[in-house]
């Protein structure tokens, strides 16, 4: 059977999705060279390109002058899933990564994501009906196809989405940039006359304390550490200027929450040969050295933590101290933007699903089950300014089987919706005053009278429609009275 691998090639509305992934993850930065290896009609290349970034590609059939020559990210895009001889399908991998200075992003069709499956089974995959071949990978499947290949281990980006690096400490900074929470923005008392008077060097030295919670070292903020020991002899007593004007229980905080990245991160680590000290990016040894006795140290209390979240029953008093998020009697729902909130524990195990699956997009909503081993990612579109969105999509991770389960309600004319919106968000979410009010309003109005029914949108517009009344914004408005015949 001659498989005719030139149909497979796409017309792209936007960025393919292992792209995007690419940019949110800050791995194709500016005056990085990008190749798209097997690049199909270049639609990606031509929105990088108006992007402003250095993109080339090739591809056998659409580009094939379009050059080879070695790159800092190489993107091998949905390629080796429409390879339907084995060997082959491998040697296009090796390729790549031979021309990969940086970051290799590899994707393939995930079966868990396919509508549906081919009916006629060729090699290790199928042929469709438009005579092409699609291999239809789990996703650690091929996770391991990929380490196996390249003799490399991988990090994961997205479902179906892995990047390759050349530098493993490179990696290991990656991973830990997906555990750590976003650093509050300090409050600061900059009434005194020496903050004052260099504010902007000052501010740059906060960021960085508040951020690490701990004093620069060799290498860090190194234009501004000269200037700073100008002014102030040292960095130490800049510092000190610093953690006045914010305080103590701010300082505390700064520094339990980069306590707590590491734990998560070191805990998550040993699914994965937790790296030698040395492998470490070189200011995660600098933190190691501020928060631990040791490096031993701090992965014995990670795996502590780590063999704690072993056991929902033993969660249960976790799940119900945690301070952010709705709790339900069979899981807790919190906003993504909320998850550094969360308990350590529940953060290692919400990260346990994160690790294997990788960024879900567009989900704003995790779900940590207490009845089940799994979360789930939920995709509400226009959390922010939908009153009550409804749910798009679903990706959900059994800790036990990791077998994807991917549920899509866009066709879906009664999908799920949401309430209360101020209760899975943290208090100095920008939108939480604006969600509690509406629910103020929506609870005066009775519009909660019957939870079991509204849970729905055509539930929900019923019981808009008994109280005659819509929803504009964020507020509740009364409808106008019908005109008489």
């Keep these: 059977m001659r498989i005719e691998r030139h149909r497979t090639a796409l017309d792209r ?25 097997g690049c199909g009609k270049g639609d990606d290349i031509r929105r990088l390109q108006a992007l402003g970034h250095d993109c080339a590609g090739w591809d056998p059939v659409h580009r094939p002058d379009g050059g080879k020559d070695p790159a800092d990210i190489v993107n091998i895009g949905y390629v080796v899933n429409v390879i339907e001889d084995a060997a082959e399908r491998a040697q296009a991998l090796l390729d790549a990564w031979a021309l990969t200075r940086k970051v290799l992003v590899v994707s393939g069709r995930l079966a868990a994501e396919a509508r549906a499956i081919p009916a ?24 391991d196809w990929i380490e196996a290949s390249l003799g490399v281990r991988v990090a994961t980006g997205g479902p179906g989405v892995f990047y390759v690096f050349r530098d493993e400490s490179r990696r290991q900074a990656f991973l830990l940039s997906r555990y750590q929470r976003s650093p509050r923005e ?16 000052l501010d740059e030295l906060a960021a960085f304390l508040m951020g690490r919670g701990r004093l620069p070292g060799v290498g860090e903020l190194e234009e501004a ?22 305080g103590d229980e701010q300082w505390r905080e700064a520094q339990d929450g980069r306590t707590q990245d590491l734990l998560v991160y070191f805990a998550l680590a040993r699914f994965d040969r937790r790296p030698k000290f040395g492998e470490l990016p070189p200011d995660v040894q600098l933190d190691v050295r501020a928060f631990f006795t040791s490096y031993q140290a701090a992965c014995e209390l990670a795996d ?42 529940l953060r290692i195990y919400e990260g346990c699903a994160r690790g294997y699956v990788g960024a879900v997009e567009g989900a704003n909503i995790v779900k940590l089950h207490r009845d089940e081993a799994k979360v789930s990612y939920l995709v509400y579109p226009d959390f922010d300014r939908d009153a009550h969105p409804a749910l798009a999509r679903a990706v959900t991770v059994p800790l036990q089987t990791f077998r994807l389960d991917i549920r899509d309600y866009l066709a879906s004319t009664n999908p799920p919706v949401l309430h209360r919106k101020e209760e899975f968000v943290a208090d100095d979410h920008p939108s939480s005053e604006k969600f509690r009010r509406l629910t103020l309003q929506e609870e005066r109005f009775g519009l909660y009278r019957d939870p079991a029914r509204i849970g729905t949108r055509a539930g929900w517009d019923d019981a808009l429609a008994r109280a005659g009344v819509s929803i ?13 015949p």
């Excluded at 006629?120 to 996770?143: A, S």
């Excluded at 339900?328 to 729902?333: F, G, N, Q, R, S």
């Excluded at 504009?472 to 008489?484: E, F, N, S, T």
């Design 13 to 37: 509305a936007s960025l393919s999705r292992p792209v995007r992934l690419a940019l949110q993850d800050n791995l194709l930065v500016s005056g990085d060279r990008v190749l798209d290896y």
């Design 120 to 143: 006629t089974e060729f090699g290790d995959g199928y042929v469709t009906r438009c005579n092409t071949f699609q291999k239809l990978f789990g996703q650690q499947e091929l996770k």
């Design 472 to 484: 504009r914004g964020h507020r509740v408005v009364r409808d106008r009275a019908l005109p008489q």
């Design 186 to 201: 300090p409050r600061i008392d900059q009434s005194g006359a020496l903050y004052t008077a260099n504010k902007e060097l």
């Design 225 to 246: 550490a000269t200037r700073l020991r100008d002014i102030f002899g040292s960095v130490r007593r800049a510092a000190l200027v610093v953690t006045r004007a914010v």
């Design 304 to 345: 502590s933590l780590l063999f704690s979240v072993g056991s929902l029953a033993g969660l249960d008093r976790v799940f119900r101290s945690a301070s952010v998020g709705k709790l339900m009697p069979t899981a807790l729902y919190v906003h993504a933007s909320a998850i550094g909130r969360l308990p350590t524990e």
